[in-house]
């Protein structure tokens, strides 16, 4: 399938893509609740985060947020809607990333499929999030030897949808032809989006088998990774 695309670089999303977001996401948040001594933080929890989580990160994506009110302010909602003390928000935030950047293990077959395209293609991380909790993430999965350059939101200085970010990879890759670029995700807002608005090929990791209801124009949707390479 890759080599349809006709493509000279490929942009990996990370969390949720090759990494296993949610299983790391669920023990970072338990380890805090035990570290602030808050209790258990039971599934109906956890799942009410993931909602505040997403409204805050779809709020980012259209810049109607800075990641200064993102990191803490979806604490302190969360937090407070158990009743919990929030005064401490941007010190359990800071906890929450170590935790998360410790945990994430690959989805199955990602790992293999990344180091079947090395050689074949150039492959880059392209990721929203904090520098050092991706760069963590990078090193404790063996990303950082895998793929060939990282490219973070919060260096480049703009978040994925926003075209500037990837017209910065162009920049810094030297190759400014959207045609030559793939990029391969899970969000339709983030990476789906993102791609179309910087006019590259689009590929939709979506494992769960999610409608598309989203009207975005996808190049090509896929379940599980290795069909990239079948």
Not at 35 to 43: A, R
Not at 171 to 176: A, L, Q, T
């Amino acid at each position: 399938m890759i080599d349809d695309f006709n493509i000279k670089f490929i942009l990996w999303d990370v969390d949720g893509t090759l990494l296993d977001f949610i299983s790391a996401e669920t023990v970072a948040l338990r380890a805090c609740f035990k570290d602030f001594g808050f209790g258990e933080c039971t599934d109906s929890m956890k799942k009410e985060y993931e909602v505040i989580n997403r409204k805050y990160w779809e709020a980012l994506e259209r810049g109607e947020i800075t990641r200064e009110i993102l990191f803490p302010g979806r604490f302190e909602e969360f937090l407070s809607k158990y009743g919990l003390d929030t005064s401490r928000v941007n010190e359990f935030n800071e906890l929450y990333q170590i935790h998360l950047s410790n945990n994430e293990e690959f989805f199955p077959k990602a790992e293999d499929t990344v180091r079947h395209f090395k050689g074949l293609y150039p492959q880059f991380a392209a990721t929203n999030g904090p520098t050092a909790t991706q760069k963590r993430k990078l090193a404790h999965s063996g990303l950082d030897k895998i793929l060939d350059k990282f490219f973070i939101s919060e260096e480049i200085g703009f978040d994925k949808p926003r075209k500037e970010f990837f017209e910065e990879i162009f920049n810094r890759v030297g190759d400014h032809n959207p045609a030559n670029y793939v990029i391969i995700g899970d969000s339709l807002t983030s990476d789906m989006q993102g791609g179309i608005n910087a006019g590259i090929k689009t590929c939709w990791y979506n494992p769960a088998g999610k409608a598309n209801n989203s009207g975005l124009k996808i190049d090509a949707e896929i379940k599980t990774l290795t069909e990239l390479y079948k």
